[in-house]
């Protein structure tokens, strides 16, 4: 069978058995790949569509993209729940069984490193959302909403301009505090953090602004009291909205053990 | 405010992961997936947003 080898992650070699109808991408199977005691769970993708050429064509198809990033993803949960596996970047592919070998020798003692590092840890999503525009949100943060007649003298209308500036000075002065604040307590509890680029709120469909997109890398252990300790900082916090995601693989936590990752969060080409 | 567990994973916390996290191998024929040239307005825009280190609004945090 022609075929390329995608990479979905590595593990430590594992005792359970993988959901037996789990398919990555392409509908395939994953399998394990043991080598120097470390397993690369693989599958077989199509060259038709994963060799170079095709795979640039193909991710800017964003339906493509949906689905590949979810089959990875659902391959990366169910290791998740048998080992703590140390996930690749998505789209990672060799030509065969022979080339991911070779990539493991190459990289053992990174991978090494970065699963004792990470064993046993998850990562958590915190966003922390603005909901301004709304005329509720508005009255809410104490807005005050357009004048519905005209104002009766310039004075007046410079008057209602600089209040309504103001209570956006405000607003924003306290959304800084709130999410420099909860950044900071969530950092302190957590192993690790990092600042993801906020979300464009025309592709998330989220409502209001992201201002806040951060991960934080914690025991898998000590979970519960890191959800807690997020409830527990929404405060009296009129127009924000704070969000949690997870727990996930340590994917925003991979970076600090590979050389060639730093040029990325700096937008250099190393 | 109000704390929201999501229970369906968004794509963009996804490819947040996925595109900007993960253990980054080059070499044989892996692409690296930030070279890749966007065409389409709405990916580049995504592909963008989780590869640009935007400075938060209220300064340098970490």
């Excluded at chain 1, 599958?43 to 979810?70: Q, Y």
């Excluded at chain 2, 229970?7 to 692409?31: F, H, M, P, Q, W």
Aim: with cysteine; proline share 5%.
């Amino acid at each position: 069978m022609t075929g390329l080898r995608y990479v979905y992650a590595i593990c430590r070699p594992f005792r359970s058995a993988l959901q037996a109808q789990l398919t990555g991408v392409a509908g395939e199977p994953p399998k394990q790949l043991t080598h120097h005691g470390l397993v690369a769970v693989v599958s077989t993708v199509p060259e038709g569509i994963f060799a170079e050429e095709p795979l640039r064509a193909h991710l800017e198809d964003l339906d493509w993209l949906t689905e590949t990033a979810r089959a990875h993803q659902g391959v990366i949960d169910a290791l998740t729940a048998v080992t703590t596996p140390l996930p690749l970047r998505l789209a990672t592919v060799f030509r065969d069984d022979s080339g991911v070998r070779t990539m493991i020798e190459a990289r053992e003692a990174h991978f090494r490193a970065a699963l004792d590092r990470l064993e046993g840890r998850v990562e958590w999503g915190v966003k922390v959302y603005v909901e301004t525009g709304s005329p509720d949100t508005d009255a809410e943060v104490g807005i005050e909403p357009a004048p519905a007649r005209q104002p009766v003298s310039g004075r007046d209308y410079l008057r209602q301009r600089r209040s309504r500036v103001r209570a956006h000075e405000d607003l924003w002065q306290r959304v800084e505090r709130f999410a420099s604040r909860l950044h900071g307590t969530l950092s302190s509890y957590a192993e690790d953090s990092r600042l993801h680029a906020p979300q464009n709120s025309a592709l998330s469909g989220a409502a209001g602004r992201n201002v806040l997109n951060a991960a934080y890398l914690v025991p898998r252990a000590d979970s519960e009291e890191f959800v807690e300790l997020v409830d527990r900082e929404k405060d009296d916090a009129p127009g924000m909205r704070v969000e949690l995601t997870g727990p996930w693989a340590t994917y925003s936590f991979t970076g600090d053990f590979t050389a060639d990752f730093t040029g990325d969060f700096t937008g250099e080409k190393p | 405010m109000t704390v929201i567990e999501r229970r369906e994973i968004a794509l963009v916390d996804l490819l947040d992961r996925l595109l900007a996290g993960g253990v980054v191998i080059t070499g044989d024929i892996t692409l690296r997936v930030a070279d890749v040239d966007l065409v389409r307005v709405d990916l580049n825009a995504l592909i963008s947003s989780v590869n640009e280190r935007v400075p938060a609004p209220w300064g340098e945090l970490t």
